[in-house]
């Protein structure tokens, strides 16, 4: 019996994970050219961004199933039911456009990004456990007068915690939204890895987390 309830209890753990756990998805990322996460993606030291680029394949698949646990490529309530995939595109480039307005180097370039995984919280999560914000995305820098890269192509997994329960009542309140906090925290990840000496460094969340780094 007790074995038992000890499984029980892990299954829990890892169903009450919110939206960033194991889930069925429709894409089938290639690690062709894919650099590893401590590898900054530019060949330069010093630039400055002359332009955006992003793109949210149709490809990747929504889910607006209310659960803990939902499956899908991306998990998005803040705005009302549409296209979700215009949705997402929306919010990356307003986190990279602030994150493009704090680098102030030499070199202009163009940042170049591909969303593959874009999970905020379900509501039956984000009134209760909270979790992990899933946000990532395939990087490459490029030159404005070309289009070539200047560096590989990183996956970048800006991960982060989800507020949840009272906590994210109270941001609610203080106009702290998931929109907010996530725009915030794909222009800090853009700051960094276009200026830190060895891009930005991402790390795990929990349990959660851990199996983030593996998608």
């Not at 010093?46 to 490809?59: E, K, L, Q, Y």
Request: one cysteine or more.
């Amino acid at each position: 019996m007790k074995m038992r309830n000890i499984g029980f209890a892990v299954l829990m753990m890892f169903g009450l994970g919110a939206c960033a756990g194991v889930e069925t998805a429709t894409r089938n990322t290639p690690n062709d050219g894919v650099l590893e996460a401590n590898q900054p993606a530019r060949a330069l030291t010093s630039v400055t961004v002359s332009g955006i680029n992003v793109r949210v394949p149709d490809t990747l698949r929504v889910s607006e199933a209310n659960r803990y646990y939902p499956g899908g490529d991306i998990v998005w309530r803040e705005d009302p039911i549409g296209n979700r995939h215009e949705q997402v595109e929306t919010i990356m480039m307003e986190g990279l456009r602030l994150g493009a307005s704090r680098v102030q180097g030499t070199q202009p370039v163009i940042v170049d990004v591909e969303v593959t995984r874009f999970h905020a919280l379900t509501e039956k999560a984000r009134y209760t456990v909270g979790g992990v914000h899933a946000v990532q995305f395939k990087l490459r820098i490029l030159d404005p007068a070309t289009l070539e890269p200047l560096g590989g192509t990183k996956l970048i997994k800006a991960d982060f915690d989800a507020l949840g329960g009272a906590a994210a009542i109270a941001a609610e309140n203080r106009g702290v939204t998931q929109k907010v906090r996530i725009t915030n925290q794909v222009a800090a990840v853009l700051e960094a890895e276009l200026t830190q000496p060895g891009g930005y460094q991402g790390r795990t969340n929990g349990i959660i987390g851990l199996i983030n780094q593996i998608k």
